[in-house]
T-cell receptor, first 114, second 113 residues
Framework: GAGVSQTPSNKVTEKGKYVELRCDPISGHTALYWYRQSLGQGPEFLIYFQGTGAADDSGLPNDRFFAVRPEGSVSTLKIQRTERGDSAVYLC????????????FGEGSRLTVL | DAKTTQPPSMDCAEGRAANLPCNHSTISGNEYVYWYRQIHSQGPQYIIHGLKNNETNEMASLIITEDRKSSTLILPHATLRDTAVYYCIVRVAPIQGAQKLVFGQGTRLTINP
């Protein structure tokens, strides 16, 4: 597709379970970002990748959160031992390295932890 | 990145110009002003950005004060589809490598019929 694709669009899980959220970037975009958005709040930065490596993971809240991008394209955000406070919309964005710095966002994955 | 201050909410009549203010008094000389908006249940969407000159594109105009401490996003003829949360962000231009955007709370703009 032409845009950033995120799957699943909705995920309901139980407290303590493991969750994976996937992001398919726009072809050719080397930078990939993960954000988390709680109801009524602006997106909160989690991590970004430049190619395969995590260039800045300062936003990951704790060691239950981890993200990978093994081939520099698709990325997976992994959450272990989910807690009710992890419930949020997880947004992925990508960009090409260039002058404008415009980020293209996906529709998000809504995670609900019961 | 410098912080920004925006009013939490604004209303505007359909067909009128919507003027959204943003204060960024601690902006550095190499930081740009970016505007994004987020329509309900969608990801944020880029609108426009600028350094010190006024900018215009098909979506909006950006007016930056001479001292660069504040700016205004102008939607010239607002429609109901412009109802969204608008975020003003300042950041260094990504000349080399990628850099994160830091979102604040934004302004919730409601366009009324």
């Amino acid at each position: 597709g032409a845009g950033v694709s995120q799957t699943p669009s909705n995920k309901v899980t139980e407290k303590g379970k493991y969750v994976e959220l996937r992001c398919d970037p726009i072809s050719g975009h080397t930078a990939l970002y993960w954000y988390r958005q709680s109801l009524g709040q602006g997106p909160e930065f989690l991590i970004y990748f430049q190619g395969t490596g995590a260039a800045d993971d300062s936003g990951l809240p704790n060691d239950r959160f981890f993200a990978v991008r093994p081939e520099g394209s698709v990325s997976t955000l992994k959450i272990q031992r989910t807690e009710r406070g992890d419930s949020a919309v997880y947004l992925c964005a990508t960009s090409s390295v260039g002058w404008t710095g415009e980020l293209f966002f996906g529709e998000g994955s809504r995670l609900t932890v019961l | 990145d410098a912080k920004t201050t925006q009013p939490p909410s604004m209303d505007c009549a359909e067909g009128r110009a919507a003027n959204l203010p943003c204060n960024h008094s601690t902006i550095s000389g190499n930081e740009y002003v970016y505007w994004y908006r987020q329509i309900h249940s969608q990801g944020p969407q880029y609108i426009i950005h600028g350094l010190k000159n006024n900018e215009t594109n098909e979506m909006a105009s950006l007016i930056i004060t001479e001292d660069r401490k504040s700016s205004t996003l102008i939607l010239p003829h607002a429609t109901l589809r412009d109802t969204a949360v608008y975020y003003c962000i300042v950041r260094v231009a990504p000349i080399q490598g990628a850099q994160k955007l830091v979102f604040g709370q934004g302004t919730r703009l409601t366009i009324n019929p």
